[in-house]
Structures are given as structure tokens and as C-alpha cells.
């Protein structure tokens, strides 16, 4: 009788137990099981669109418990993408799993920063029915039933594994949602527009050929963030402390290969603009703390300054080669550190400068400003990492490659006018 109830459950049983040995499999065994696992769900194609609506039931549950660990849709990808880099599925089946688990919201109840990253990333329900989910997924990814059933469990597999991690916003559907910072007065530059200028200076400086151009443009962006960044905190303090006053944070993914002069960039960036990062090796990102404005300065800022490391980089690299050098990874991690290290000490310098001129322009009354909001972005960034250590860079040997990374970072100088 054991047996006949066996060959005989229905395909929410089936996915239970499937689900209960791929979630809870040790590492060394999550292979086998993953197989074994999907050789049950894909044995009878009559059961295909129940098992998928099922599993996709389940994904929901998982994505939500992820959500609660503190990891947000950016992140989920970003794990998803670094665990198989050469391999795109995993990762447009997380999003589908993301764009599964936030049907349950309206479009109100969403973080502004969550609503954006849902956005960026596409996740949007596409399949008609989720009866429908597997069969429709199948014919986008031209996958039979078996190694389809595969690809999804391992993607529900690392959800289920992801870490609690250090919040950085609110739950969807939680009243933690944040409200919107104070109006800009009348007359004056809203932040949409500053920051479409700054966006398009920033452009430019990534694509044109020319050091000397690039070094104008990055530094008259820089000049804009760092004034934008002033008027927002002199706003802030007159309109009186509350939640729009608070210090917030975001995560910053710090992608592999060198990524220790990566973060190392991104610190000098956040730093120059008042702002905390922490770097977490393990999972590729650096949380940076901060004010909304300076955030979003941090965020445009050390994408821009990646794009125009790596190609001074192409081009430095281009130049050993003519001179008959062979350059090789110690070369290029050689340039990154000595890149990161120069823009360190040209955005400090920048900063100092931006604020000593306001503090002329404006008065005593900045310097106090800023002040307690160095205060704050310190004691948050102490709370949500009480524990941390300083990390040095090793390996980097080629004289070379660090002055041509200092020259590159020389030449995309961000310091006055």
C-alpha cells in the first residue's frame, strides 16, 4: 500500500518533498539533488503546469523571506550573476522570481528606492497564467522540461541560502517606507534637474578622447554634487530635523576581478562626499551610508570614475604592448590601486576646497551644518556595522602600471574650477 501512495501523489506533494531535499541539501550533496530533484518534477509533462505554479508559489515564499534578511532586487541578481558569470539564465530567472513575489504590491506601497530597482532590472510578471509559467518559460529559454526544472532549483536553492545581511531600506509592505526629502525653494534647481546635468557632464567625460576635456567635465560635476550637497543640508537644517533629515543607505555591488581597488575607489568616493562605505568581500558589495543627496552623488560619481579607469587602462595597456612590454594582471591591479589611490587625494583636496569657498560665500552657519551631519552619517554607520576591520591590498608590484594609474586619475582631476 506504501508504494502504491507513492507512484500515485499529486504534484503539491511531489514539489514539497523536492523542495524539502534541494533547500536542505549540504553542499558537497546539492548537486545530486538538485538532479534528482528535477528528474521528479519534469517525469510527467500532464503535471508540468501544476508543478510550475506550485513552484512558483513556493519562489514567492523564499523571495519574501529574502527580503526580511535585509537583501533587496538589486542584490538578488547581483548574487545571482556573480555565482554563474558566464551564464545569463540564472540570473533572468531570479528576476522572474522578484517580478513573481511583487505582484502582491501596489505601486504606492514600494520604497522609492525599491520601485526603482524593480524597474532597472525589467522584473515584471510576463507569463499569462502561472499555470502557464513553466510551459511559456520553457519555449523563452528553449529548454526541455528536465534541465529547466534544474536551472530553476538552483536559482530557488542560493535564495533559500542567502545570509542575513544589514537592512538598508524597508520591508515592501512595511511603514517603514521613507518619505520624500524637502522642496527645493521656488526659483531654484529641483534635484531631478541637478542631477540630469550632472549625469550628462559625466557622459561626456566617459566618452570623449580627450584627457584634458574629460577632466573638465568630471570636475565641473563634481562641483555641482558637492554645491547641490551644501544647498540640500542648509534646506534640511531650516526646515527642522525629521525623518527626511535622517542618514540612509545603499548597496553598492563591487564587481570581480580586482574588486579590493574597486572598493578601494568607491571609499575615497563615498569619503570625499560624506558619506561611510563598508566593504563585505564575501558577497561583492560595499554599503555606503549617507544623506539621500550625497548617495545619489556617490552612486553616479564611482560609476563614472569606473568607466574612465577602465578605459585609461585599455589605452595604458595598448602603449606597453607598442613598446614591446608584455603587461599582465599585476599591471592592470598595479594602475587600479594607484588610480584609486590618486582620486583619493584630488576629491579630499576638491572637497576641502568646494566647502571652504561656501563657507566664505555663506557664512558661519555651514560649517556647524555639516558638522552635525558628519555626526550623524558616523553614529549610523556605527549602528548598523558596530564591528570592522581595514583591509590592505596586496600584489600590486608593477611601478608602471601604478604611475599610469596615477596619471589617469591626474587626468580625470576633479578638483576645482
Known amino acids: 500500500m506504501g508504494r502504491e501512495r507513492q507512484d500515485t501523489q499529486g504534484p503539491d506533494r511531489i514539489v514539497e518533498d523536492v523542495l524539502g531535499r534541494v533547500l536542505y541539501a549540504s553542499a558537497p550533496d546539492a548537486g545530486d539533488a538538485v538532479e534528482a530533484g528535477a528528474s521528479l518534477l519534469a517525469a510527467d509533462a500532464g503535471q508540468w503546469p ?98 529547466l526544472a534544474e536551472a530553476l532549483l538552483d536559482v530557488m536553492r542560493l535564495v533559500f541560502g542567502l545570509p542575513a545581511i544589514e537592512p538598508v531600506g524597508p520591508v515592501p509592505g512595511t511603514s517603514g517606507r521613507r518619505t520624500a526629502p524637502p522642496a527645493a525653494p521656488a526659483g531654484t534647481s529641483g534635484e531631478p534637474k541637478m542631477l540630469g546635468r550632472i549625469r550628462a557632464l559625466l557622459a561626456k567625460a566617459e566618452a570623449t578622447d580627450y584627457p584634458e576635456e574629460a577632466e573638465a567635465l568630471t570636475g565641473k560635476a563634481q562641483q555641482l554634487m ?79 570614475l569606473l568607466v574612465q579607469a577602465t578605459t585609461a587602462m ?8 607598442t613598446a614591446g612590454r608584455k603587461r599582465t594582471k599585476t599591471f592592470r591591479q598595479s594602475f587600479l590601486l594607484g588610480y584609486a589611490n590618486r582620486i583619493h587625494q584630488r576629491l579630499s583636496a ?34 548598523m556595522f558596530p564591528v570592522t576591520t581595514r583591509h590592505s591590498v596586496r600584489g600590486a608590484r608593477d611601478a608602471e602600471g601604478w604611475h599610469e594609474g596615477t596619471a589617469a586619475a591626474d587626468r580625470a582631476s576633479l578638483g576645482g574650477r
Open 350 to 383: 576638491a572637497t576641502e576646497r568646494t566647502v571652504t569657498e561656501s563657507a566664505t560665500e555663506l557664512g558661519e552657519r555651514l560649517l556647524p551644518v555639516l558638522a552635525a551631519r558628519d555626526v550623524a552619517v558616523a553614529g549610523a554607520a556605527e549602528q
Open 50 to 147: 501544476a508543478v510550475g505554479r506550485l513552484l512558483l508559489r513556493r519562489a514567492e515564499q523564499l523571495v519574501r523571506q529574502a527580503w526580511e534578511r535585509g537583501w533587496q532586487p538589486a542584490d538578488l541578481v547581483r548574487m545571482a550573476r556573480r555565482t554563474a558569470p558566464d551564464d545569463a539564465r540564472p540570473t533572468r530567472l531570479a528576476v522572474d522570481l522578484i517580478a513573481a513575489e511583487a505582484r502582491r504590491y501596489g505601486t504606492g506601497a514600494l520604497d522609492p528606492r525599491w520601485a526603482a530597482q524593480l524597474r532597472e532590472l525589467g522584473a515584471e510578471a510576463w507569463w499569462t497564467a502561472d499555470d502557464r509559467f513553466l510551459p511559456e518559460l520553457g519555449g523563452r529559454e528553449a529548454m526541455d522540461r528536465f534541465p
Open 226 to 304: 558637492a554645491r547641490h550637497s551644501i544647498d540640500e543640508a542648509l534646506l534640511a537644517a531650516g526646515a527642522g530635523a525629521g525623518p527626511e533629515g535622517a542618514p540612509e543607505a545603499v548597496r553598492i555591488g563591487v564587481d570581480r576581478p580586482y574588486e579590493s581597488t574597486g572598493a578601494m575607489l568607491l571609499d575615497a568616493v563615498a569619503e570625499a562626499n560624506r558619506c561611510r562605505a563598508v566593504w563585505n568581500e564575501d558577497l561583492g558589495f560595499s554599503t555606503v551610508v549617507g544623506f539621500a543627496t550625497d548617495l545619489e552623488s556617490v552612486e553616479l560619481l564611482y560609476t563614472s
Open 314 to 321: 585599455t589605452r595604458a595597456e595598448a602603449g606597453q604592448r
